[in-house]
């Protein structure tokens, strides 16, 4: 959800055409590396030094991920669906894959990551539900539940040199189950 809301809050700023998603626990060992779309959607983090620089699995698109803005539209954006830690990057995948784009990533001589170790903080705890979700109902609701259905309160945006923090609080939303016409929270 929160990726959502940061393309929502930076297209207020600009009307980017180019649209980078980065975790914050990655690190490029590699300036050659570009951080600019293609015409797939390209996953720049693919060989990270925590799987040993090898993709750990096919179906992969998160840590550093970059899509032009008609290709996020397109799949209507991440899941609102998953909170807590897991789950997301495989759903994007997913949806990807669903309107028949194929992700392109690049020789992992130049798109090495580097990722730092840290702790899964209390209010970003693994989500136990990520699987069941996924393979349960992930596909089925994309058209229902992404950029068309974000909800949330902005707080407050204090723009710094290199970054902006915005602050926001989160509104679950519930998701119209396309197989079965029932809500889910």
């Known amino acids: 959800m929160l990726m959502n809301v940061g393309y929502a809050e930076a297209m207020k700023v600009f009307n980017w055409t180019c649209l980078v998603f980065h975790d914050v626990d990655l690190l490029p060992e590699d300036d050659r590396g570009m951080y600019n779309c293609d015409q797939a959607p390209v996953h720049l983090s693919a060989y990270i030094d925590k799987f040993k620089y090898k993709i750990p699995y096919k179906k992969i698109f998160g840590g550093v991920s970059v899509l032009k803005t008609w290709q996020l539209k397109k799949i209507n954006g991440f899941s609102n669906q998953f909170w807590g830690w897991g789950g997301e990057d495989d759903d994007l995948y997913m949806r990807v894959s669903k309107v028949g784009l194929k992700i ?74 396309a197989a079965k016409k029932t809500r889910r929270h």
Not at 141 to 164: A, F, P
């Open 104 to 177: 392109t990533r690049y020789p992992k001589e130049i798109c090495r990551y580097k990722m730092f170790k840290h702790e899964h903080e209390a209010s970003n705890a693994k989500n136990k539900n990520r699987k069941k979700y996924l393979k349960k109902s992930s596909l089925k609701n994309s058209k229902l539940d992404g950029l068309n259905n974000l909800r949330y309160n902005l707080d407050g945006v204090i723009s710094n040199y290199l970054y902006t923090n915005i602050t926001v609080r989160l509104e679950p939303v519930p998701v119209l189950n």
